[in-house]
């Protein structure tokens, strides 16, 4: 059977589709939740509703781009290339997970706050939601470093022999 593909052009797509999942998402670890914590309440809230009706679209995308592409190397690579990468393929899967049922239910509830049905213990919901984003953002980074990984363990290309 033919490869369609080629292992080194499968790492570069998952590189690719990694890194920029790990890298919104550290940039809204490392940059936006600060942010929302030196803003008043009201600020706060109506910048982050509308940084979710965003995101939501393009989070998925990545999400979706990193499991297929972080898949197909684990399809093609061998050894312990493969391993790192089903080992990319699995971390993936647990970011969406976390973000699908750890995040996003969250994110309905703070689009009601934003509408002036502040929860009493918002501080500790939001909190909470918090320690979901820190999840997410470490298997996301893990999944990225088990694909660098996976790119540096494959063999090298085969020169052309002259015939």
């Known amino acids: 059977m033919q ?3 080629s292992p080194r052009t499968a790492a570069a797509a998952a ?7 790990a890298g919104a998402l550290f940039y809204g670890f490392a940059n936006v939740n600060p942010t929302f914590a030196a803003v008043p309440l009201d600020v706060h809230l109506t910048f ?20 297929v ?3 197909g190397l684990a399809i093609g690579a061998r050894g312990r290339a493969r391993a790192c990468a089903v080992g990319a ?7 969406f997970l976390v973000t699908r049922f ?15 049905a502040l929860a009493p213990d918002y501080q500790e919901r939001l909190a909470t939601w ?22 540096g ?11």
């Open 3 to 5: 490869r369609v593909i």
């Open 15 to 21: 590189q690719l589709a990694t890194g920029l999942l």
């Open 48 to 67: 982050r509703t509308e940084l979710m009706n965003l995101n939501a679209i393009v989070m998925q995308a990545l999400m979706a781009a990193s499991f």
């Open 69 to 71: 592409t972080s898949a």
């Open 89 to 95: 393929t699995v971390l993936t899967v647990a970011t």
């Open 102 to 116: 750890g995040n996003v239910p969250f994110n309905a509830e703070i689009r009601t706050w934003a509408a002036g």
């Open 130 to 151: 918090g320690v979901f984003n820190d999840i997410r953002v470490a298997t996301a980074i893990g999944a990225f470093a088990l694909v660098i990984a996976a790119a």
């Open 153 to 163: 363990l494959l063999r090298p290309a085969r020169a052309a022999v002259a015939v």
